[in-house]
């Protein structure tokens, strides 16, 4: 389970990573005006199905969960106990409700699962839209009713995982500390004939455009979510997934460059967690599975640059790049960096690195 600051520099150091992560979810016009709003006090509206997705949960089903404890803050610590620490935002405006941010196209999820809909639970992904909080507003306000943090931001891009929505349905309070009630993303989506790592599968979800983003015929699994062809074209469709309508399937090579893309990513990362002078300096043992990944990359259409979880932005190519170990389970991919921070300012020039 995440852990919270508890010192107040330490409190305002996490508000400071958060609101650089939160803000690159905006075209970089937006940002300065969203960062004069929180600094007023006030929420911003955020674009979902970027940097996150969010899921909306009753004022119904929470307050079930909190049994005779009817505050906020009681109803807080219930959220972080069910979401293991992951984002949560209250909007307490009658009925209040509760919104878990969890990983960009998680809110198709909700589209596998008819328990979730009879919940009342709303997915908000691409083309929604989410009114976020100032990063340090972590506390219920009666006199204003604004949003606030129920569960702040931890560590940049560090989400909720869409698995525990579950647990808020098919469980009674004194069960939430079991772990065998916990039902991943991954188990709720993907669907293959091929057995599937634990990691790979969360990772592989990622990969699936999200619905809002494709055509009838992608939806329907008339057509690669990927490359656009279709299935009458000559080409094999296999199915990622998907329920209720809609049902997205790839091809074998957008399939495989895919698949190929998460392994490296994995293989490399596996690297790291077992060598230490990849945590200070660029290690040529860890290159081979770091150019596949690196390849694949560019051979997907990426961009060239990724964004680190504490917000700094680098190049693929650079050596001072690494897998993000901070973490034992994975829900998207996620990269740290060798050396200081130079990114802090969302102005500031990309690190390129050294080409490997």
């Known amino acids: 389970m995440t852990t919270h600051p508890d010192n107040t520099s330490d409190r305002?150091?996490?508000?400071?990573?958060?609101?650089h992560w939160l803000l690159a979810a905006l075209d970089p016009e937006l940002?300065?005006?969203?960062?004069?709003?929180?600094?007023?006090?006030?929420?911003?509206?955020?674009?979902?199905?970027?940097?996150?997705?969010?899921?909306?949960?009753p004022h119904a089903l929470v307050?079930?969960?909190?049994?005779?404890?009817?505050?906020?803050?009681?109803?807080?610590?219930?959220?972080?106990?069910?979401?293991?620490?992951?984002?949560?935002?209250?909007?307490?405006?009658?009925?209040?409700?509760?919104?878990?941010?969890?990983?960009?196209?998680?809110?198709?999820?909700?589209?596998?699962?008819?328990?979730?809909?009879?919940?009342?639970?709303?997915?908000?992904?691409?083309?929604?839209?989410?009114?976020?909080?100032p990063p340090d507003a972590t506390a219920h306000d009666p006199r204003t009713l604004e949003p606030y943090w129920a569960v702040p931001v931890s560590l940049p891009g560090d989400l909720c995982d869409p698995g525990h929505v579950d647990r808020l349905i098919t469980t009674t309070p004194d069960q939430l500390d079991q772990e065998d009630t916990v039902m991943t993303g991954a188990d709720v989506l993907l669907t293959s004939d091929e057995p599937w790592d634990p990691d790979e599968a969360r990772l592989m979800?990622?990969?699936?455009?999200?619905?809002?983003?494709?055509?009838?015929?992608?939806?329907?699994?008339e057509s690669c979510v990927w490359c656009g062809q279709a299935a009458d074209e000559g080409m094999d469709l296999t199915r990622l997934g998907g329920g209720l309508g809609w049902w997205?399937?790839?091809?074998?090579?957008?399939?495989?460059?895919?698949?190929?893309?998460?392994?490296?990513?994995?293989?490399?990362?596996?690297h790291v967690l077992d060598c230490q002078s990849c945590r200070t300096e660029w290690?040529?043992?860890?290159?081979?599975?770091?150019?596949?990944?690196?390849?694949?990359?560019?051979?997907?259409?990426?961009a060239a640059r990724v964004l680190c979880a504490c917000g700094c932005p680098l190049a693929l190519t650079s050596r001072r790049l690494l897998p993000y170990v901070e973490t034992n389970i994975l829900f998207h991919l996620?990269?740290?960096?060798?050396?200081?921070?130079?990114?802090r300012d969302m102005a500031a020039p990309v690190d390129e690195g050294t080409e490997r």
Request: net charge positive.
């Open 12 to 19: 305002q150091a996490v508000a400071g990573s958060a609101e």
């Open 31 to 57: 940002r300065e005006g969203t960062r004069q709003q929180w600094q007023a006090g006030r929420s911003a509206v955020m674009p979902t199905g970027r940097l996150f997705s969010a899921v909306g949960l």
């Open 63 to 133: 307050l079930a969960h909190a049994g005779e404890q009817q505050e906020f803050s009681a109803i807080d610590e219930v959220m972080s106990k069910v979401f293991e620490g992951g984002p949560v935002i209250c909007d307490p405006c009658r009925p209040a409700r509760w919104y878990a941010l969890v990983p960009p196209n998680a809110a198709l999820w909700l589209r596998q699962s008819e328990a979730w809909r009879a919940a009342g639970i709303v997915g908000l992904g691409a083309g929604s839209y989410i009114s976020v909080p």
């Open 205 to 221: 979800i990622q990969e699936v455009p999200a619905a809002e983003r494709l055509t009838r015929q992608q939806n329907r699994g």
């Open 248 to 270: 997205p399937h790839g091809c074998a090579a957008c399939g495989q460059l895919r698949i190929t893309y998460v392994r490296a990513y994995l293989a490399w990362r596996r």
């Open 283 to 302: 290690c040529p043992d860890g290159w081979s599975p770091a150019l596949t990944h690196q390849i694949a990359h560019a051979a997907t259409g990426k």
């Open 334 to 343: 996620r990269y740290s960096h060798t050396g200081p921070c130079h990114g």
